[in-house]
């Protein structure tokens, strides 16, 4: 790995390598929002509409932005609403064409344009909404977007006299009443709308329009102002590429240092193994206890349900606030292994104090391939109603075991978190965030934001300063807190502790009362809630936990003694930012580290651009080249299914290497460049790693090919395709195959890391197109000169050949 061209890059150290378990949910865990986003797949264009007809979508030249395509309503009569205008541009009622007309009305995003129900334009928009505001609340709850389990669940929480009350209702009259009622008189109609319903009025919202709905309704945590009217809240998210418990720990007191953090101690594991999970859940736990917060805030660690109920029952009072990446749809759900029973089942198990929290986000089911034909904003709408018949389930369970009935139960949206193919722009950020504000608050849950970009977004750091001065008059109930805007596990951006600073000071939010009152206990702040000598000092927050742990040093001691020092020190040296101090205003993120954060940034940028040198391909040895339908990197970036599967030339490749092969070998690896070539060809990277890890298979027992496949624009799912390829016509339908897929990661971090994937499934799911994707794979991430395990190549490849062990010797779903 090259060192960026800045003379404040901290010197690179060793590093425990990042692992994700080798187990499905674990790898559809590390797929959505920090993860399933990444691999996620568009699902296809689906058919384009003009006047009702299908048209072909518009291609775009490359590193062209992309213009809307899909539905084009030229025009319609007075007072027509969508089922009239459905009905009589096809001669009949067509669902589909119904769930593409209201798509329509949606502000654009590049999401919906690839399902093919984006407007063609902005009078198709306009016409569109107009369609939707004549529609009766009635006749559009009687046309759900999608019928399954999900959708009864969301049907059965709402209340049905409320929805009887409205459903003569047009959009438009629901529209004007949410815009001029108080916010007791919304909370009496919106506990009868449906999900479908409330996903389709804020279509009719301008952003101001949307901002005064979230100016009139909240929906606090019970006990606490946590979404409150006049309060912003924090999850301080103190994640670790290692899962070291010091790293978690000593952001959380980074967080405490600026006096943020109030809502949950959220920590994401790379790890989603129970061992691993347990020692987190026992670090944040700690840390409460010990400044006696634990009956103020709760802490999570954001692991699949299961595992979090696992280490529950080995652990018993280990966890507290359990989490959920929640889906749509049916099949949406099952990315995350998740089903309704399921979480009905988990939520009745939630009878104390702290119940549910959940993680969604607009484009989310799309990508996974489950769009079913709507649109991003009713899709999230629907994840809204999910949490919403859960939230009822703790209720409930909580009555029946006698206690009052309080759930803690929120949500936060994962804005701008998967890329590109969903939305592109700061101005889509926003949009984004204003509606999922209004649609949890309208149904009844407290929402908070991850004001979120990735690097191959068109957003860079200010812009997001941009984004929340827009969002926040809105009043979401709260915001991620990370030292940085730069997450040193996930390498995306999102709000530092710094903006929580500044936000309360531009728009005069509070901090929930205890959490201020324990701030100022802690002495970051006075009496008048201003900065003391110590705001931003982590180092003077860590001495009061030691001594509230029994030290009994001086807190000046605790600070200048060098263990400390150097404990704080191996944090940093993993890559794990820390704000130490502030700027010319509290709210300033220190000129040094900001200067670097930023350095990061660009590297970030460049590398998403960025393609394998020919040069670094000749050195490696016996190499096939194949390449994906990706017409460029723009287009690649901005449209991922184009790097998912081989052109026909390149397909031709793989199958000369198969007849070649004649069924001899059981592994095939692969390289592709991912998201960034840097990742791949950095001295020390795949160079050293590739050797190691044939060695390694090999010693395993492995059958490796002799030959390299490298691919070209290649993305998670392009291997999936060669491992067709190679083995899906072979004799033996029951012997198991391999490919092992080494790829760039997102770039943003000082490590320029890489992954490896690996698949093994058997000859007879190799055989089917499409069978084979992510739920049977297994990710070692995190690989770089600076990150080996045990800094040593050799020590990463053997942990590949643990992984794929483990896959090989489990049965295929």
Known sequence: MKKLTNELTRPRRPRQVRMAAAALPTVARLALRRRTFMMGLLGGVAATFAAGCGSDPVAQGPGTPTEPSGVSIPEIRDGE?????????????????????????????????????????????????????????????????????????????????????????????????????????????????????????????????????????????????????????????????????????????????????????????????????????????????????????????????????????????????????????????????????????????????????????QGADATNGHGAGFDMVVHESRKYGFARALKKKVAAAQKAAGNPEAPWVHLNDVAGFIGPEVFRTKEQLVRCCLEDIVMGKLHGLPIGLDICSTLHMSVDLDDLDWCIDQIMPANPAYLMGLPTKNDPMLSYLTTAFQDHVR????????????????????????????????????????????????????????MNAQETLDALDAVKKRGVFIAEGYGANPWDLNPELDQYIRALVADGKKSILAELDPAFVATIPSVVKVWTGAKDRDDYILHPPTGEQLKEDAVREVAKLRDTHAAKYDVQIMISEGLNAFSISDPGHVDKFLPALRAELEKAGYKVAPEHIVCTAGRVRAGYHVGEILFGNLADKQSKRAVVHIIGERPGSEHRAFSVYMTIPTVAYWAEAGKVDHDITSVLAGLADTTYASNDPVESAKQVVTQLNNLKSKSLP
């Open 81 to 361: 609403d969508v089922i009239t205008y459905v009905t009589r541009v096809k001669g009949k009622y067509d669902h589909e064409f119904y769930k593409a007309v209201i798509g329509a009305a949606n502000d654009f995003k590049e999401g919906d344009e690839a399902l093919g129900i984006a407007a063609v334009d902005e009078l198709s928009r306009q016409n569109a909404r107009k369609l939707l505001s004549n529609t009766k609340i009635g006749d559009l709850a009687d046309r759900p977007m999608l019928e399954d389990a999900v959708h009864s669940l969301i049907m059965e929480a709402t209340d049905a006299p409320a929805l009887e009350g409205v459903r003569a209702w047009k959009m438009g009259e629901l529209k004007s009443f949410l815009l001029e009622k108080t916010e007791d008189e919304i909370k009496a109609v919106m506990v009868g709308l449906p999900s479908d319903i409330i996903g389709m009025i804020v279509k009719l919202m301008s952003n101001e329009e949307l901002i005064k709905v979230g100016q009139t309704v909240f929906n606090p945590l019970p006990g606490s102002k946590i979404g409150a009217k006049g309060y912003m809240g924090a999850r301080i998210q103190p994640n670790s590429p290692t899962d070291d418990t010091n790293d978690i720990i000593w952001q959380v007191m980074n967080g405490f240092a600026f006096a943020v953090g109030d809502v949950v101690l959220g920590n994401n594991p790379v790890s989603s193994e129970v061992p691993s999970v347990h020692a987190i859940e026992e670090a944040l736990k700690d840390v409460l206890v010990t400044f006696k917060l634990e009956d103020t805030l709760p802490h999570c660690c954001l692991a699949h349900i299961d595992v979090q109920a696992e280490v529950e029952k080995q652990f018993p009072g280990s966890t507290a606030l359990w989490f959920q990446s929640l889906g749509s749809t049916v099949d949406a759900n099952a990315t995350f292994d998740v089903t309704v029973e399921k979480m009905l089942n988990h939520a009745a198990t939630r009878s104390g104090k702290y119940g549910l929290y959940f993680e969604t986000g």
């Open 503 to 558: 936000i309360r000071e531009k728009f005069g939010y509070k901090v929930d009362d205890k959490m201020w009152a324990f701030f100022q206990e802690l002495g970051v702040i006075d009496a008048q809630g201003k900065p003391t000598q110590y705001f931003g000092n982590v180092k003077y927050v860590y001495a009061k936990y030691l001594q509230a742990k029994g030290d009994p040093r001086m807190v000046e001691e605790i």
